[in-house]
């Protein structure tokens, strides 16, 4: 998870970033910001002129970045997701 991308989000601020590991779980391709190709520095622009060609989707990505950060990273969520992950280790040591 990047701290940055889920600050942004948090704020309601659409992100464009790469289909690099982990940011795929923030971004929602379309939904709350786009993803670009890894290496790819002409569709990153591509994914940045689209965003900016299309201000009537601003307010829609802008709460679906909000309410994707609150309904994922939320504390308690996070929190609850740790300790699932806990068991699931105790468990395949034999603990429980």
Do not use: C
Not at 6 to 21: C, I, N, Q, R, Y
Not at 59 to 75: G, I, P, T
């Amino acid at each position: 998870m990047n701290t940055a991308i889920s600050e942004a989000l948090a704020t309601g601020l659409p992100v464009v970033a790469t289909k690099h590991s982990g940011f795929q779980e923030q971004v929602i391709d379309g939904k709350n910001g786009y993803l670009a190709n890894v290496g790819n520095p002409e569709d990153i622009a591509n994914k940045l002129l689209l965003y900016i060609s299309h201000p009537e989707r601003w307010s829609e990505m802008s709460a679906n970045a909000r309410a994707h950060v609150l309904a994922h990273y939320d504390k308690k969520v996070l929190i609850e997701e740790q300790v699932r992950w806990y068991k699931k280790l105790a468990e395949a040591r034999g603990h429980e």
